[in-house]
C-alpha cells in the first residue's frame, strides 16, 4: 500500500498471549551464570495497531536485557516490560474448610464422652445403703466397668483423631502459604505492532535470566600400554537452571565465555609519598589530622585505579526468526540489544531442563591427546610414586577448568582438576598413585669430626640412600626422585653438597651466589652470565640436576638457592637402582648448637 492511501484508521486489537502456552522456545545460550531465551510467538494481527500483550515470563527476567525480533508486514511501535501483582495469598482451600468441620466433629464428640464420664462418676458417688439392695452392688459395679471401659477406649480413639486432624490442618495451612508455581512466571510484555494487512506475523522475545549455569567435568581415561593418544578426555557439562520455566526439547548452545561488555578500563591513581613531620606539642592534634590523611592517601593509592562499573548485558544475534517474510521494522524507541558474544559449543540434538536446581549431564566432545608421561616421588615426605601427565590440548576447543575422575588402564583411580586450558596449551594432570614403583627412603647415616688447634670446628658428615624397584612389566622412561638438603642461613655454618657433585649456576660462571656460608650471601663481584643449567649423569640413565631445572619458566639465576635436587631415572621392567644424597655441615665454633639439623 503506497504512502498516499494509508490504511484506514482501524480500532485497537488487543491480543493476549500466554508464554508457555502459546509460544516455544528456540534457542537457549547459556553461559557461566545466565542463560540467554529466545522463544517464538506466531499470531495473527489486524490492519491497524495491535496491543499484544505477552504473560507468564519467567520472574528474573532482566528487564534491560529484553529485545524484539519479528517477521511479517508489520511494525513493531513499543515495548513495555512490567511484573504483575502479587496475588493474594488465599487464606483457605477445599481441603481446609474440610479439615475443619471434621475437627469441630471430633471435638465435640470427645466433649460428649468426657461428659459421659463425669456422669458415670457422679452417678456411681449418689449411691448409698439406703438407696442400693447390696444383692445387686455386683451387678451395678459390673456395669459401671463395663460402661466406663468403653466411654475411656471412646475417648483415646477420639484424642489420637483429633491429633491427627490438627496435624492435617497446620501442613495444608502451611501449603495454602507457599508461593505457587505461578509465581515464577509473574512478567508480562506489552509489545505495539502496527500492521498494515490483516495477516500471521512472528514474534520472538530475547531475554536473559539469571539462576541458569554450566560447569565443565570430564572422564579422563588413560592406557598405560599405548604409545599413541594415551589419554582420552570425555568433555561433559553438568547444566542446572531455576529460572522457573522449563526447557522442554530446545537446542542448547553452551558459551564458554562470560559477557562483560561495557567495562572501562582501570585508571591508575597518583602514589604520592610523603615525610611525616612532628609537629610541635600544641599542635598534637594537627599531626594526627596530618598523619591520618596521609595513611589515607596511601591507603587508597594501594587500592589502584577506580573499579570499572559492571556493564549491561549484551546479546548474541543467534535467536534471529528466519522464514521468507520479510523483516519487521523496528519504530521508535525499540528495546534492542546487539553484541558479540561467540557460541563454543552447540549440544547435539535437542535438550529438555526442568527448573529443579538439579544438575543435569550432558557429553558435549570427546579428545584423544599424547601425554607425557611422568611419576613423582617425593620419598623424604612420603614413598608413594604420583603418576603424571604432561597433556597437550591438541583440540580446537577451549578446556575450562573443573573436577575429573581418572580412569588407567580401566580401572578408577583418583579425582583431579583441569585448569582452564588453551587450544595448543599444555598442563599437568595428576593421574594419582602407581604402587608398582617402590620406593625406600633408608635411615640417613650421620658421623661428626673436629678440627683445628685454637678455634676447632666440626664436621657433620650425612649419607642418605634411596632405593628404587619397578615391580611394573614396562620399563618407566621417566621418574623424577626430589630430595634436599638443608640450607645455612648463619655465617657460623656452612653447608657443602658432596654427591651428586651439583654446583650454582653462579659458581660456574665464577660469580654470585655460594653453596656454603651465610643465607648464600651475593658476592660483591659483578657476576657473569649464567651457565645452562647443569645435568650431571650419575649413572647409567640416571640424571642429577636442581630441582626446578626442567621446567617451562625455569630462571636459571635461582637454580639450587633452595638447595632442593632431583634425579631424572630410567628405570626398566623389574629394574632395580639405588640413589646417594652425601652433604657436609662444618660448624664454627664446635661448641655451636644448630638449630634444625
Known amino acids: 500500500m503506497s504512502a498516499e492511501h494509508p490504511p484506514a484508521f482501524e480500532p485497537v486489537s488487543a491480543i493476549e498471549l500466554q508464554s508457555v502456552a502459546d509460544s516455544k522456545i528456540i534457542s537457549v545460550s547459556l553461559y557461566s551464570s545466565l542463560a540467554e531465551i529466545t522463544r517464538l510467538f506466531k499470531f495473527t494481527v489486524k490492519t491497524g495497531l495491535n496491543h499484544v500483550g505477552v504473560s507468564g515470563l519467567p520472574s528474573v527476567l532482566e528487564a534491560d536485557s529484553l ?17 504483575a501483582k502479587d496475588p493474594d495469598t488465599p487464606a483457605t482451600s477445599p481441603e481446609l474448610t474440610e479439615l475443619l468441620g471434621r475437627r469441630e466433629k471430633t471435638a465435640s464428640a470427645l466433649a460428649r464422652c468426657e461428659k459421659s464420664l463425669s456422669s458415670l462418676e457422679k452417678y456411681l458417688d449418689t449411691l448409698t445403703v439406703e438407696h442400693l439392695d447390696v444383692s445387686k452392688l455386683g451387678s451395678v459395679m459390673e456395669h459401671y466397668d463395663s460402661t466406663g471401659e468403653k466411654l475411656h477406649a471412646r475417648k483415646s480413639e477420639l484424642t489420637e483423631q483429633l491429633r491427627v486432624v490438627e496435624a492435617d490442618i497446620q501442613r495444608e495451612r502451611l501449603r ?27 514474534i520472538a522475545l530475547i531475554y536473559a535470566v539469571p539462576r541458569a549455569s554450566w560447569t565443565a567435568f570430564y572422564d579422563i581415561r588413560v592406557d598405560m600400554n599405548s604409545k599413541d593418544d594415551q589419554i582420552t578426555f570425555v568433555y561433559k557439562a553438568a547444566i542446572r537452571q531455576r529460572t522457573g520455566e522449563s526447557w522442554n526439547d530446545v537446542p542448547l548452545t553452551l558459551e564458554t565465555s562470560t559477557p562483560t561488555f561495557g567495562l572501562d578500563i582501570p585508571q591508575l591513581q597518583p602514589w604520592n609519598l610523603e615525610v611525616m613531620r612532628f609537629m610541635p606539642r600544641k599542635s598534637k592534634s594537627l599531626y594526627v589530622r596530618n598523619r591520618e590523611s596521609v595513611a589515607f592517601r596511601a591507603t587508597d593509592a594501594l587500592k589502584g585505579g577506580a573499579p570499572g562499573a559492571a556493564g549491561d548485558y549484551n546479546h548474541s544475534d543467534s535467536g534471529s526468526v528466519e522464514n521468507d517474510v520479510g523483516e519487521m521494522r523496528l519504530g521508535g524507541a525499540a528495546v534492542t540489544s546487539r553484541g558479540n558474544v561467540s557460541a563454543t559449543f552447540r549440544v547435539p540434538g535437542l535438550v529438555s531442563i526442568p527448573s529443579d536446581g538439579e544438575a543435569h549431564n550432558f557429553t558435549i566432545v570427546q579428545l584423544t591427546f599424547k601425554a607425557e608421561m611422568s611419576w613423582v616421588s617425593v620419598p623424604k615426605i612420603d614413598t608413594k610414586a604420583h603418576i603424571n601427565a604432561r597433556i597437550t590440548n591438541a583440540s580446537d576447543y577451549t578446556l575450562l577448568g573443573g573436577t575429573a575422575s581418572v580412569y588407567v588402564d580401566g580401572s578408577f583411580i583418583s579425582r583431579s582438576y583441569v585448569p582452564s586450558v588453551s587450544p595448543k596449551e599444555s598442563f599437568d594432570c595428576p593421574l594419582g598413585v602407581d604402587p608398582s614403583i617402590r620406593i625406600t627412603y633408608h635411615p640417613v647415616v650421620k658421623k661428626k669430626s673436629q678440627s683445628g688447634f685454637y678455634t676447632k670446628s666440626a664436621t657433620h658428615v650425612f649419607s642418605q640412600r634411596i632405593a628404587v624397584h619397578n615391580t611394573k612389566g614396562v620399563a618407566v622412561e621417566r621418574l623424577k626422585i626430589v630430595d634436599q638438603i638443608p640450607v645455612s642461613r648463619d655465617s657460623q655454618i656452612e653447608v657443602k653438597l658432596v654427591a651428586p657433585a651439583l654446583t650454582l649456576p653462579s659458581e660456574s660462571s665464577g660469580g654470585g651466589n655460594s653453596v656454603s656460608g651465610f643465607g648464600s650471601t651475593l658476592k660483591t663481584a659483578k657476576p657473569k652470565a649464567a651457565a645452562p643449567p647443569q645435568k650431571l649423569d650419575v649413572a647409567r640413565g640416571v640424571v642429577a640436576q636442581w630441582d626446578g631445572t626442567d621446567e617451562p619458566d625455569c630462571a636459571v639465576e635461582s637454580l639450587g638457592l633452595d638447595r632442593k635436587l632431583n634425579w631424572i631415572c630410567a628405570v626398566p621392567s623389574q629394574g632395580k637402582l639405588n640413589l646417594s644424597l652425601d652433604w657436609e655441615v662444618t660448624v664454627s665454633p664446635a661448641s655451636a648448637q644448630i638449630v634444625g639439623l
Open 67 to 83: 529485545r524484539v525480533e519479528g517477521r511479517g508486514a508489520a511494525t513493531i511501535h513499543d515495548v513495555t516490560v512490567s511484573s
Open 176 to 202: 495454602i502459604a507457599l508461593p505457587h508455581e505461578h509465581d515464577k512466571l509473574r512478567m508480562k510484555v506489552a509489545i505495539g505492532v502496527f500492521a498494515e494487512t490483516d495477516g500471521n506475523v512472528e
